[in-house]
């Protein structure tokens, strides 16, 4: 599985748009990308994921580069309930076996 | 409920003793993962079943932990000779297959005292 980089943590004003990197210089091109967030006190919920194309769906967008190198996660207006540690997996298709690192903690502010 | 559940949500337990932690996937999910998230870390992986077998044990950290899921349904995981090391929220995922979205539960707050 790729290793992942994210920054530990990152602010972001309520209702406006939360852009979260993710660097994985390291993934291959049968890896996919998968994002997780995970509450205070809950177990992690998935968000989306993708392998070479865009992805949005209710949640969020994510942006991955054309030489898949990096990625951005999008929620397109932050609300409170949004602040979480966010995670970035790199996942091969052998497997589902989630390798989580460190995260980034977003705070949505008011 | 339609979720994951786990059993019990805390345990408090003296140093050496045998635990058990239960987990109850979503109905019809063939994949089962077990991880353990100690504060201010992400979760760890432990140990994944496909059906009733383990398919992956590589993330289980000493032999004192081991895990079933006999029917390929509900799993246990069970901790021999606990120490005050193995003290952390343990949580569950289940997937309707391999490379499928995971649904965890609340976990299970472990305490070696």
């Known amino acids: 599985d790729a290793k992942t980089t994210q920054p530990p943590s990152m602010d972001c004003a309520e209702g406006r748009a939360a852009n979260l990197p993710c660097n994985h210089s390291t993934i291959s091109g049968n890896e996919y990308v998968y994002w997780y967030r995970q509450i205070h006190s809950q177990g992690p919920q998935y968000i989306i994921h993708g392998l070479k194309n865009n992805e949005t769906n209710e949640m969020a967008s994510l942006i991955i580069t054309e030489d898949r190198k990096s990625s951005t996660l999008i929620l397109p207006h932050a609300t409170l309930r949004d602040t979480a540690v966010y995670y970035c997996i790199g996942n091969g298709r052998d497997g589902n076996k989630l390798v989580f690192g460190a995260g980034t903690i977003l705070r949505v502010k008011s | 409920g339609a979720g994951v559940s786990q059993t019990p949500s805390n345990k408090v337990t003296e140093k050496g003793k045998y635990v058990e932690l239960r987990c109850d996937p979503i109905?019809?999910?063939?994949?089962l993962y077990w991880y353990r998230q100690s504060l201010g870390q992400g979760p760890e992986f432990l140990i994944y079943?496909?059906?009733?077998?383990?398919?992956?044990d590589s993330g289980l950290p000493n032999d004192r932990f081991f895990a079933v899921r006999p029917e390929g349904s509900v799993s246990t995981l069970k901790i021999q000779r606990t120490e005050r090391g193995d003290s952390a929220v343990y949580l569950c995922?289940?997937?309707?297959?391999?490379?499928?979205?995971?649904?965890f539960g609340q976990g299970t707050r472990l305490t070696v005292v």
């Open positions: 109905s019809g999910h063939t994949a």
């Open positions: 995922a289940s997937s309707l297959m391999v490379n499928t979205e995971a649904f």
């Open positions: 079943f496909q059906g009733t077998g383990a398919a992956d």
